[in-house]
């Protein structure tokens, strides 16, 4: 069964980099054709898919997030991460991590095809 479990801080100030990062137990994030996501729920607000990391490396980004934000990962930890740079008091969410364990060909931003999540973490944007 696979587990995901966000870290990171929980206030981040108006201009700085947030930075989060996914641990994941049970599989490996390099198994072909698994996908590892970031998603995020403002308050009051619907979840977003923010991007994606292959099993391969490749990545996708979601277009109104794709100028501030990178994923990555550490395949010696089995964890990937995320990075949203210029943050502003809009960036206040519950991010989440997911996982797409379907082996498709194809990254998608469908959340219902991201059958595993963490329980996510609360990061605030403030001075």
């Known amino acids: 069964q696979v587990q995901l479990q966000e870290s990171g801080p929980g206030l981040v100030k108006p201009s700085q980099t947030l930075s989060l990062t996914c641990t994941v137990s049970g599989d490996s994030i390099t198994t072909n054709y698994y996908a590892w996501s970031w998603i995020r729920q403002p308050p009051g607000k619907g979840l977003e898919w923010m991007g994606v990391i292959a099993y391969d490396d490749s990545t996708y980004y979601s277009p109104s997030l794709k100028s501030r934000t990178s994923i990555s990962r550490d395949t010696s930890k089995n964890q990937f991460s995320l990075q949203v740079s210029s943050v502003t008091p809009e960036d206040t969410a519950v991010y989440y991590c997911?996982?797409?364990?379907?082996?498709?060909?194809?990254?998608?931003?469908?959340?219902?095809?991201?059958?595993?999540w963490g329980q996510g973490t609360q990061v605030t944007v403030s001075s």
């Open positions: 997911a996982a797409d364990l379907r082996r498709s060909t194809y990254l998608s931003t469908r959340l219902g095809d991201y059958g595993y």
